[in-house]
């Protein structure tokens, strides 16, 4: 007898359309600061979590921030990112720096 997996009867089905019409999040907190070569070092404020408390605290570290470096293309992706994710993609495959192909309907498979 087959087993079903709760977990993805659950799931809604999605369709391809979707996820390129979605638009990414910019988290206004964050801070940018440019670097020679034309990357960036982005910095993301974090919250201390409610159970880093005495004497959890006296053993582990906590930054209150998070630094990220991005090389020049992750720089550009994230100047890019109010666009929605299909024009982001199309701008990428426009400058050659990705290639979108997509299922051939007359191959059956």
């Keep these: 007898m087959a087993?079903?997996?709760r977990r993805n009867s659950r799931r809604k089905i999605v369709s391809p359309e979707e996820p390129l019409r979605s638009v990414v999040y910019v988290n206004e907190a964050m801070?940018?600061?440019?670097?020679?070569?034309?990357?960036?070092?982005?910095?993301?404020?974090?919250?201390?979590?409610g159970w880093l408390v005495p004497p959890i605290s006296w053993i582990l570290p906590f930054s209150p921030h998070r630094r990220i470096e991005l090389d020049a293309l992750g720089t550009e992706i994230l100047r890019l990112s109010e666009l929605s994710i299909g024009t982001l993609l199309k701008h990428l495959a426009v400058r050659g720096l990705i290639a979108i192909v997509g299922k051939n309907?007359?191959?059956?498979?």
């Design 105 to 109: 309907k007359d191959a059956g498979d």
């Design 3 to 5: 087993r079903t997996n």
């Design 31 to 49: 801070e940018i600061v440019d670097l020679r070569g034309g990357g960036c070092r982005v910095t993301i404020p974090l919250r201390r979590p």
